[in-house]
């Protein structure tokens, strides 16, 4: 059997699930014009291995096959299949693109590594020239596969047209972090065949139970991507694909360095992200937020909560689109009095989740969550109490950033002072007015850089050796 073969029963296919009103359409219909798109570029001389590749591309898509048909028969099927399945059975009115990235993910994270199993022997593993000429076949399938995302964009906006502003807006996003997502899954793919074709040396008790891994990997991470809520900002968290645990990272196609962490961003173990910064920049960025915050100016308060968390904490551009969005979320419920402290910590939870994946610190997202809206509340408490105390609150911050930077309260007391007076001036804006042209936002701004600068000297001056000498 050829790809053409494989065009042909996957054309027939289509038309059944058409005709059954089966979700499962949107992924089948994306997977075949992908497949036709292949057959062009193979027919067209794209490839240094033709023939390789129509192996690789027919065991590829016959692992599909094969689950689909098991499904339809109602026979067991690998997990990240059944979690997608079981999601177009009981979610048909899922989003068409949510249906077509669970199946993307379970087709290219559980079915490719073991394709290019099938495909590619031990010794061709072990041979430079097999691996190079495989390489460059896998990358010119990268490029078809991204000529198609605007596409395939438009066919799913011809089932769902955009309605929101922020569907129109977030369509250019898509595509660039669709075609970010490919790239990623090659290097994970290729980790994982890696990985499984150590264990296929040991013998098949061995090939078997890895395996057996990468199914429960691949299936919890389709069954993350059914929960409600922004799936590509999920995406973006906690990357596209998984990764076998086992020995040193491998040199993926492309030339790449296989990453420990989701999302394709730096992972820069022990924060050493968190302690580098520059405090005018901050300050000003912060008194941006404030500023828009008090004005319920949400959209403003997005932007400079993108560049607030891009610059103070160094996460890669999709993870700070996460974060900011956090963040938004976690201030809006806070806002009205009383508001909901609990959802406020939830998004704070998650937002230093991020930063646990990108730096390998805070080590207790939940705690640092807590100590957030810790000194959120002691701020709220201060600003209505006439004549109280500042103290509270410098200690609530303290607190927070001795946890941040694993230092002691006493070392950036200094700087929550700072920013507690910062707030003093913002609280004097508040009840003035909230004039835009107010000289108190020149204050607030100076309050604010003198935490930072605080801040800045207290991390590096009491951070751990392992920190102050990489």
Not at 78 to 98: C, M, N, Q, S, T
Not at 291 to 318: C, D, E, I, K
């Amino acid at each position: 059997m050829g790809i053409d073969d494989v065009i042909e029963r996957m054309t027939v296919l289509a038309g059944e699930l058409r005709q059954d009103g089966d979700a499962r359409l949107a992924f089948h219909a994306t997977y075949l014009r992908t497949t036709r798109a292949v057959a062009a570029a193979m027919r067209a001389g794209a490839f240094k291995d033709t023939d390789w590749v129509d192996r690789w591309d027919v065991a590829f898509a016959q692992l599909y096959l094969d689950a689909l048909d098991a499904s339809r028969r109602g026979d067991p099927v690998p997990e990240p299949w059944a979690v997608a399945f079981g999601a177009a059975a009981a979610r048909p009115d899922l989003p068409a693109v949510r249906h077509v990235l669970l199946g993307m993910n379970a087709h290219i994270n559980y079915d490719l590594p073991q394709a290019l199993l099938a495909v590619i022997s031990d010794a061709e593993f072990q041979d430079p020239a097999v691996c190079a000429c495989r390489e460059a076949d896998h990358r010119k399938i990268d490029e078809v596969l991204a000529v198609q995302v605007a596409a395939e964009d438009a066919e799913l906006q011809q089932l769902e047209p955009a309605t929101t502003w922020q569907d129109r807006a977030l369509q250019p996003v898509n595509r660039l972090a669709t075609r970010r997502f490919l790239r990623e899954s090659r290097a994970k793919v290729w980790a994982n065949a890696l990985e499984l074709n150590k264990a296929r040396k040991a013998g098949p008790e061995a090939y078997h139970s890895r395996l057996a891994q990468l199914e429960k990997l691949c299936g919890r991470r389709v069954a993350d991507l059914v929960r409600p809520g922004p799936v590509l900002l999920r995406l973006a968290a906690g990357g596209f694909g998984v990764r076998l645990s086992g020995g040193r990272p491998q040199a993926a196609p492309g030339g790449g360095r296989t990453s420990t962490g989701g999302g394709g961003g730096h992972t820069s173990k022990g924060g050493a992200g968190l302690r580098s910064f520059d405090p005018v920049k901050l300050g000003s960025l912060e008194t941006e937020l404030w500023v828009t915050y008090y004005r319920r100016q949400w959209v403003r308060f997005l932007v400079a909560s993108l560049r607030m968390v891009h610059g103070t904490f160094g996460m890669n551009w999709l993870r700070t689109c996460h974060g900011a969005w956090l963040v938004l979320r976690a201030n809006q419920l806070w806002a009205p009095k009383p508001g909901d402290p609990d959802g406020a910590r939830r998004c704070m939870t998650r937002f230093y989740a991020l930063l646990l994946l990108t730096h390998g610190e805070p080590a207790d997202p939940a705690r640092a969550a807590r100590l957030e809206v810790d000194w959120w509340a002691a701020h709220r408490e201060h600003q209505y109490a006439a004549g109280s105390g500042d103290g509270p609150l410098v200690t609530a911050l303290a607190r927070l950033y001795a946890h941040l930077y694993n230092t002691d309260e006493a070392a950036v007391r200094p700087a929550a002072q700072h920013r507690a007076r910062a707030m003093d001036i913002s609280d004097r804006w508040v009840t003035g007015g909230r004039e835009p042209g107010s000289p108190l936002i020149a204050e607030e701004r100076g309050e604010l850089i003198r935490c930072y600068t605080a801040l800045l000297a207290a991390v590096h001056r009491l951070a751990p050796l392992s920190h102050r000498l990489r």
